[in-house]
């Protein structure tokens, strides 16, 4: 990547920090949508539940959900209902394939599309709430930098950001890790290059992306920041099969490369 200059990008408000204790969390984000970042989360946390864990998936994309569409289900229950106390968080929770559990979000929710403090409050509780219950919690947020999203990432203590080779993507992934360094004062970011055309390309990204960002991020003296690759997955046509089925790659086509390199992930992050 020839990044050279700055990308603008908005202040968000100041951040929550994110709790310890109870589950993992992870928040699976990227900077541009359409780079398949939904379709990892799922598949990670099959294979995380394949290695034993006790998993949930939170559907973090408030008003454009489609965690329910990658796993083929349809949900009479979301996290919609949850909100508006129609239901409760045990009714919300829904076996999912893989061996994991899903707290959709309702989809079109144009109420949520702002952080407002009552879309804050109800997302923290229900965050403390799940933590307790599972070893991992996955937050499938939404693409992009707005408040919304960068408050579900604050709630996570590790960030994995999904990125394509597409300039445009690498772009976006980078004002994206920019923010979270500079604003949720993160030292050390994942991430994961999908959809790579050849074996090392992850490598190169993530290397030439550390280099931008220790030239424009700026930290402390002393506090290094760190991207840290966790992982390349190499275009296959598997993962598309199984995106047009609406199934899991990681069941359906379990010997694919795409599937042994989503395997290698849930290692890297359980090492």
Same mark, same amino acid.
């Given at each position: 990547?020839?990044?050279?200059?700055?990308?603008?990008?908005?202040?968000?408000?100041?951040?929550?920090?994110?709790?310890?204790?109870?589950?993992?969390?992870?928040?699976?984000?990227?900077?541009?949508?359409?780079?398949?970042?939904?379709?990892?989360?799922?598949?990670?946390?099959?294979?995380?539940?394949?290695?034993?864990?006790?998993?949930?998936?939170?559907?973090? #994309?408030? $008003?454009?959900?489609?965690? /329910? @569409? *990658? &796993?083929?289900?349809?949900?009479?229950? !979301?996290?919609?209902? %949850?909100?508006?106390?129609?239901?409760?968080?045990?009714?919300?929770?829904?076996?999912?394939?893989?061996?994991?559990?899903?707290?959709?979000?309702?989809?079109?929710?144009?109420?949520?599309?702002?952080?407002?403090?009552?879309?804050?409050?109800?997302?923290?509780?229900?965050?403390?709430?799940?933590?307790?219950?599972?070893?991992?919690?996955?937050? #499938?947020? $939404?693409?992009?930098?707005? /408040? @919304? *999203? &960068?408050?579900?990432?604050?709630?996570? !203590?590790?960030?994995? %950001?999904?990125?394509?080779?597409?300039?445009?993507?690498?772009?976006?992934?980078?004002?994206?890790?920019?923010?979270?360094?500079?604003?949720?004062?993160?030292?050390?970011?994942?991430?994961?290059?999908?959809?790579?055309?050849?074996?090392?390309?992850?490598?190169?990204?993530?290397?030439?992306?550390?280099?931008?960002?220790?030239?424009?991020?700026?930290?402390?003296?002393?506090?290094?920041?760190?991207?840290? &690759?966790?992982?390349?997955?190499?275009?296959?046509?598997?993962?598309?099969?199984?995106?047009?089925?609406?199934?899991?790659?990681?069941?359906?086509?379990?010997?694919?490369?795409?599937?042994?390199?989503?395997?290698?992930?849930?290692?890297?992050?359980?090492?």
């Amino acid at each position: 990547m020839s990044t050279t200059t700055d990308p603008a990008a908005p202040t968000p408000p100041p951040q929550r920090p994110a709790r310890t204790g109870g589950a993992r969390t992870l928040a699976v984000t990227s900077g541009k949508g359409g780079v398949g970042k939904t379709f990892v989360t799922a598949n990670l946390a099959a294979a995380l539940a394949a290695r034993g864990q006790k998993v949930l998936v939170l559907d973090a #994309d408030l $008003g454009l959900a489609n965690l /329910d @569409v *990658v &796993l083929n289900l349809h949900p009479k229950l !979301t996290l919609h209902d %949850v909100f508006t106390e129609k239901a409760t968080l045990e009714q919300a929770i829904l076996p999912a394939p893989g061996g994991f559990s899903v707290l959709l979000a309702g989809s079109g929710m144009v109420e949520y599309s702002r952080l407002t403090p009552e879309v804050r409050d109800k997302l923290l509780h229900i965050i403390d709430l799940v933590k307790p219950r599972f070893d991992w919690v996955l937050l #499938d947020t $939404g693409a992009g930098i707005s /408040d @919304v *999203v &960068l408050f579900a990432i604050s709630l996570a !203590t590790d960030v994995l %950001v999904v990125a394509t080779p597409e300039p445009t993507s690498l772009t976006d992934a980078y004002a994206t890790i920019k923010v979270l360094a500079t604003q949720q004062e993160r030292r050390q970011v994942g991430l994961l290059v999908n959809q790579a055309n050849r074996v090392g390309e992850g490598k190169l990204i993530c290397g030439q992306l550390q280099q931008v960002l220790q030239r424009f991020v700026g930290p402390a003296p002393g506090q290094n920041f760190r991207l840290e &690759l966790y992982g390349e997955v190499k275009a296959d046509p598997a993962v598309k099969q199984a995106v047009l089925k609406r199934q899991l790659m990681l069941e359906h086509y379990p010997g694919c490369d795409a599937a042994q390199a989503i395997k290698a992930l849930a290692s890297k992050i359980l090492g």
